[in-house]
């Protein structure tokens, strides 16, 4: 029979991290450079709220989308071009213009995500 001391608390696990100057939002969203604001709400509602290809989209997006910025944003793309495929182009299209503008700072202008901010 295996018996447990439950009497003794468990030691706190303890990371050390260094500092980085430049990059914001550690955790479990990576790093990056972009601005992060806080979410008020709930975020699972919002997420279930959205229509069932704006779910698969942010589910698969490179970063991390609110459910309400992907709506909002996708709602004016689809406004301006008055068709879903072309707003989902819209989505990618800023969604890669961002990851452009944080690979530079990340990664510096040599990175292949980097190139693509000049076009």
């Given at each position: ?16 991290t260094t500092p980085t100057k430049d990059l914001k939002m550690t955790g479990n969203c990576g790093q990056t450079s972009l ?85």
């Open positions: 029979m295996i018996s447990y001391n439950i009497s003794q608390p468990l030691a706190a696990a303890t990371f050390k601005k992060r604001k806080p979410r008020r709400g709930n975020p699972m509602q919002d997420y279930d709220c959205l229509p069932p290809d704006l779910r698969r989209w942010i589910s698969s997006a490179v970063l991390p989308w609110s459910a309400k910025s992907v709506h909002r944003t996708f709602n004016k793309a689809l406004a301006r071009t008055g068709d879903r495929t072309h707003a989902f182009g819209e989505l990618n299209r800023i969604q890669r213009k961002l990851t452009a503008k944080d690979a530079q700072k990340i990664w510096g202008s040599s990175h292949p995500d980097a190139v693509s901010s000049k076009r």
